[in-house]
Each structure stands twice: as structure tokens, then as C-alpha cells.
């Protein structure tokens, strides 16, 4: 995987996804969240979805080496770069319209402060916001959003 200069480390190139993505913990109620909150701003549906259970998900995290049974990091990819932790959150913020954009700034802050505060939220995410019993169903309009495989 190929690195490209300029950009965080979390970030790397991946080939076979240039069309924007966001891979999500469908059993993390936190990333579900995050994922409602896309699907309900991302008024131009410039993203698809996939949970990282799906088989998607699963070569994703393969191909880039992380744990395939602990999601501790979603991955948003924007234009074929791959973005983990809260490098992720700030490429989608800084796609959608409107105000969200300034929520990217979270980019900026040095790693020695936001990974740490990143690792302990993932870690830490069931028990602060819970687990999905059941596997959410989504309707037809909101499967449409999923690549196939995704889900």
C-alpha cells in the first residue's frame, strides 16, 4: 500500500475503491450513529456504506492490516485515500455541505493528543454507548446506499 506525501499517516492509497466510502461497525452503536448522521447529511449521497463485518468490510481490513474481528477504527476512503481513526471523521466532515466542514479541523491536532483520545473512546465504545443485540435491517432506500456485500 502506497503512501501519498502530504497526507496523515492514517492515510494510504487502496486500489479497487476510488468512489467515496465509509466502513463502519455495524454492532458499535457510536458508529452506527456516525453512520445515521452521514446517511442523513450527505444530502448528495456521495458516499456508499459498508459495515466492517460485511465480506467488503472484512477485505478492507485485511488489505490495510487491522484487526478483522475488533473494529476499533472506521475507515472513510475519498477519492480512492483511505482515512482511519479521526483522520476518517474529519475527511467525511470536510465533504459534507453546510457547516460540518469545520468539524475537520479536528485534523489538525497532533497525534500525540488525538490518537490517544481516539484508542480510548474505540476501545472503550461498548461500554460508554452500548452494542447492537440485533443486526439492523435497514429499508430499501438505505440498502441502496450499501455497495453490494457491503451488509
Known amino acids: 500500500m502506497q503512501q501519498r506525501s502530504g497526507l496523515p499517516e492514517s492515510s494510504s492509497l487502496i486500489t479497487g ?20 448522521f452521514m446517511l442523513n447529511h450527505d444530502r448528495n449521497q456521495r458516499f456508499s456504506f459498508a ?20 473494529f476499533e477504527t472506521n475507515l472513510v476512503i475519498v477519492r480512492g485515500v483511505v482515512y482511519q ?47 447492537y443485540d440485533a443486526c439492523m435491517v435497514p429499508d430499501q432506500a438505505i440498502r441502496s446506499r450499501f455497495l453490494p456485500q457491503g451488509f
Do not use: H
Not at 17 to 36: A, N, P
Not at 111 to 128: G, M, T, V, W
Open 85 to 131: 481513526k479521526l483522520d476518517a471523521f474529519a475527511a467525511a466532515m470536510r465533504v459534507l455541505p453546510g457547516p460540518w466542514p469545520v468539524l475537520s479541523i479536528c485534523r489538525f491536532l497532533p497525534s500525540i493528543l488525538k490518537d490517544p483520545l481516539y484508542n480510548f473512546i474505540a476501545r472503550n465504545r461498548y461500554e460508554f454507548f452500548g452494542r
Open 51 to 70: 459495515t466492517a463485518q460485511s465480506p467488503v468490510g472484512q477485505k478492507l481490513y485485511s488489505e490495510l492490516g487491522l484487526p478483522m474481528d475488533d
Open 17 to 36: 475503491y476510488e468512489d467515496d466510502l465509509i466502513v463502519f461497525d455495524g454492532e458499535c452503536v457510536l458508529c452506527s450513529r456516525f453512520f445515521r
